[in-house]
C-alpha cells in the first residue's frame, strides 16, 4: 500500500493537481512549485498531475502534447525536484511499462476503465493504480475494474468519481457514489473539474461549468471524498486542453482553505 491509501479518511484530504497536459517544462515546474507552496501551508498530501500525452481528443487537429519522452522527463523532473509524487493516465497495454519508469501512479482514463488488458498491465508494474470512474457506469460497478488489479497481485489501487452522462452534452455527480465505492476498501477521489465538462459540443471542443467547482468540491469533502482531483492552469482560456473547465490557479489556494474549514467541520462533528 501507498501513502496516499494510509492517509485515506484520515484528518483531511489528499489533492492530485496540475494541468491538463503537459505543454513544456516552465510551466509544469511553476505550477507544481505553486501547488506545493499552497498545500504545505495547508498540511495536504499533494500529487502532481499531468498528461504527458492526450488521446482522447475531439479532433485531429486538437492538440495532444510535446511528445511522450519529452513531457515524461518532464513529469519525472518535477517530482524529483520538489519530492512529490506524480500522476499521468495511460491509455494502451504497452504505455504502462514506459511510463511507469517516469512516475508514481498510472491513472485508467474513464472511457477506458472496463480494458482488462490495460488494467492488468498498469497493475503489474507495481504501481498504484488510479482508476477512473467511467461517464457510462454505476459506483457498484468499479469494485470489477478495481478486482481485476488485485487480481494481477496489485492492491494498490484507487477509484476517482468524474460524473455520469446526463443527456448528450452534460455529466452529473451522484455523491453517493462516493461512499458506495468508499466501501470497497480502495481510497476515492472526486474529479471535480472534469466532473463540470460539457462533452461533445457542436464545435467540437468540450464546454464547461467552472463556475460550480467550488460546489462540486465541498459537496465532495462534505461526504467523505478521500482526494480531490482539480486540473488548473494560470491562464485556463489559452491552455491546450480542457482550459473550459479549469480552475484558474490563482483561485486555487482560496478554495482549499474553504474545503479544509469544510472538512475540519465534518470531522469536529462525528467526534461530539
Known sequence: MNKLHELAGKRQFFLLAGPCVIEGEDMAMHIAERILTITQRLDLPYVFKGSYRKANRSRTDSFTGIGDERALKILRRVGETFGIPTVTDIHETHEAGQAAGYVDILQIPAFLCRQTDLLIAAAQTGKTV???????????????????????????????????????????????????????????????????????????????????????????????????????????????????????????????????????????????
Open 130 to 272: 488510479n482508476i477512473k470512474k467511467g461517464q457510462f457506469l454505476s459506483p457498484e460497478s468499479m469494485q470489477f475494474a478495481a478486482q481485476k488489479v488485485v487480481d494481477a497481485g496489485n492492491r494498490s489501487v484507487m477509484l476517482t468519481e468524474r460524473g455520469t452522462t446526463f443527456g448528450y452534452a452534460d455529466l452529473v455527480v451522484d455523491f453517493r457514489g462516493i461512499p458506495k465505492m468508499k466501501a470497497f476498501g480502495f481510497p476515492v477521489i472526486t474529479d471535480v473539474t472534469h466532473s463540470l465538462q460539457q462533452p461533445n459540443q457542436a464545435t467540437g471542443v468540450s464546454g464547461g461549468l467552472p463556475s460550480l467547482i467550488e460546489t462540486v468540491a465541498k459537496a465532495a469533502v462534505a461526504v467523505g471524498t478521500d482526494g480531490l482531483f482539480i486540473e488548473t492552469h494560470p491562464e485556463p482560456s489559452r491552455a491546450m486542453s480542457d482550459g473550459a473547465n479549469m480552475l484558474p490557479l490563482d483561485l486555487l489556494e482560496r478554495l482549499l482553505t474553504k474545503l479544509v474549514r469544510v472538512r475540519e467541520a465534518i470531522r469536529e462533528e462525528k467526534e461530539t
